[in-house]
């Protein structure tokens, strides 16, 4: 890539620029360009990303409330309510707020309110999944069901099935299901080895659940730094080369790049740069053009908290695969 010396871009719209002029409305308070954008938006994969993002933006301000309050028959502005909800009882959970379980029943009932008014929508499944991770101690019965496969865990299957029936192989499906696994109080990283590689299996060609593995290759990691095993050998071994080539061949090769998340391109490029796979990793860093994530980049510094390290990371990664 001709001057690929340029600063690299974080914008949780990444390639989708009518998203990212929604998310400029949204931060000045304006909820119309949201509505407009959600309206226009064809395919569960699409809305399930923008109303991911949006609601993120959205969670620290009242403008969803404000959209509800304009046009309360909305099931648009129903599901974001839900969004919104949502992310707010995880960062709570996340922070050890001490509101996180009022946070928590309210988004739940949001969710089941959902489900009624958008009976074909994933996302209020997928925001069920979210707020399972909350539960780490599986004491909801809904959060311990019979696995589907052998080697998995009891957990909220049910939830991911319903989210599966109205989008097969939904990505943020399944990675809210990943982070269920490594919640779990009493779970070991095998059995998200396991989820990942399931969930794999059955994906067709293009689906980013391929890239799942790469996820769990980056958590093992990142729990082990500090160890002997913790060195750049992790990402040479034979099987995560294999997580790599799979990744790239299954899903990268024919999936809509300007679509994908930049999570799992990022995720990619680690993992190729890593496995000393330059060529391939330069396709992916191409594929990102300006765009980066601070994960998994982070991690292969000695503070992970630290954005301008990761960037850092990022770039020498960057230009060592696209020199050649």
């Known amino acids: 890539m001709a001057g690929h010396g340029f600063r690299p871009?974080?914008?949780?719209?990444?390639?989708?620029?009518?998203?990212?002029?929604?998310?400029?409305?949204?931060?000045?308070?304006?909820?119309?360009?949201?509505?407009?954008?959600?309206?226009?938006?064809?395919?569960?994969?699409?809305?399930?990303?923008?109303?991911?993002?949006?609601?993120?933006?959205?969670?620290?301000?009242?403008?969803?409330?404000?959209?509800?309050?304009?046009?309360?028959?909305?099931?648009?502005?129903?599901?974001?309510?839900?969004r919104v909800v949502v992310e707010r009882a995880v960062r709570a959970h996340r922070a050890g707020h001490a509101r996180t379980r009022e946070l928590w029943q309210e988004a739940w009932t949001a969710c089941r309110h959902a489900t009624s008014?958008?009976?074909?929508?994933?996302?209020?499944?997928?925001?069920?999944?979210?707020?399972?991770?909350?539960?780490?101690?599986?004491?909801?019965?809904?959060?311990?069901?019979?696995?589907?496969?052998?080697?998995?865990?009891?957990?909220?299957?049910?939830?991911?099935?319903?989210?599966?029936?109205?989008?097969?192989?939904?990505?943020?499906a399944y990675h809210r299901m990943l982070q269920f696994l490594y919640a779990r109080r009493s779970g070991p990283l095998a059995e998200a080895v396991n989820y990942v590689q399931w969930a794999a299996a059955s994906a067709?060609?293009?689906?980013?659940?391929?890239?799942?593995?790469?996820?769990?290759?980056?958590?093992?990691?990142?729990?082990?730094?500090?160890?002997?095993?913790?060195?750049?050998?992790?990402?040479?071994?034979?099987?995560a080369v294999r997580d790599a080539q799979r990744a790239l061949d299954t899903w990268f090769l024919f999936c809509a790049t300007d679509e994908a998340s930049l999570l799992d391109l990022n995720h990619l490029a680690h993992a190729l740069f890593g496995a000393l796979r330059f060529a391939d990793a330069a396709r992916v860093f191409e594929a990102l053009g300006p765009y980066y994530t601070v994960l998994?980049?982070?991690?292969?510094?000695?503070?992970?908290?630290?954005?301008?390290?990761?960037e850092e990371v990022f770039l020498r990664a960057r230009a060592r695969c696209l020199d050649g």
Request: hydrophobic share 40%.
């Open 117 to 172: 008014a958008a009976p074909d929508d994933p996302v209020p499944w997928i925001c069920l999944l979210a707020l399972a991770a909350l539960d780490d101690r599986q004491r909801m019965e809904e959060h311990r069901l019979r696995p589907p496969a052998p080697m998995l865990p009891p957990g909220p299957w049910g939830l991911l099935a319903e989210a599966e029936k109205r989008d097969p192989h939904n990505r943020e």
């Open 296 to 310: 998994p980049w982070a991690y292969r510094t000695a503070r992970p908290d630290d954005r301008v390290l990761a």
């Open 204 to 239: 067709p060609p293009g689906s980013a659940l391929h890239a799942l593995p790469l996820y769990v290759r980056v958590e093992r990691y990142r729990r082990e730094r500090g160890h002997e095993r913790a060195l750049d050998l992790h990402w040479v071994a034979e099987d």
């Open 9 to 82: 871009v974080y914008h949780p719209a990444g390639h989708d620029h009518a998203l990212r002029n929604a998310v400029q409305d949204l931060r000045t308070g304006r909820w119309v360009a949201m509505a407009r954008l959600l309206e226009e938006t064809d395919g569960w994969a699409g809305w399930t990303q923008r109303t991911q993002v949006l609601a993120a933006v959205a969670a620290g301000t009242d403008v969803v409330q404000a959209w509800r309050a304009e046009e309360p028959d909305s099931v648009a502005a129903t599901v974001m309510h839900t």
